[in-house]
């Protein structure tokens, strides 16, 4: 059974800094983009970070460009998103999720097959 786990989500002042992880079971997923999703209180969930299969190709919304920053480690199966810099807009639960084995990372948003459960994520001012 795939599982996509996340972590390190929780409440942060404005400014502060989180890291989010993403452990990955069930299967592999060096040959797939990852990334991350939010979804704020009453909006539409939204895409927030991609990497590719690879690590070397990283796409970022426009909202969180300059503040956060995705990585993986295909050895641990993990994906992670550094986040600083954070500011109460970021309140969200942040969800990871996995795209179809060989897809190109500018397609990612658009090809996913297993989500995570998510984290939330807390920015007082």
């Known amino acids: 059974q795939v599982q996509l786990v996340e972590s390190g989500g929780g409440l942060v002042h404005a400014g502060g800094s989180l890291r989010l992880s993403c452990a990955a079971s069930?299967?592999?997923?060096?040959?797939?983009?990852m990334g991350w999703f939010r979804q704020a209180p009453g909006k539409e969930r939204e895409f927030v970070a991609a990497?590719?299969?690879?690590?070397?190709?990283?796409v970022y919304a426009d909202s969180i460009k300059g503040r956060f920053a995705i990585s993986r480690d295909n050895a641990k199966n993990t994906v992670y998103l550094q986040m600083n810099s954070l500011e109460p807009e970021d309140t969200a639960v942040y969800s990871c999720?996995?795209?179809?084995?060989?897809?190109?990372?500018?397609?990612?948003?658009?090809?996913?097959?297993?989500w995570g459960q998510g984290t939330q994520v807390t920015v007082s001012s």
């Open positions: 069930g299967r592999t997923f060096f040959n797939s983009p």
């Open positions: 999720a996995a795209g179809r084995a060989g897809t190109v990372v500018a397609n990612y948003a658009e090809r996913i097959e297993y």
């Open positions: 990497i590719s299969m690879g690590g070397r190709t990283t």
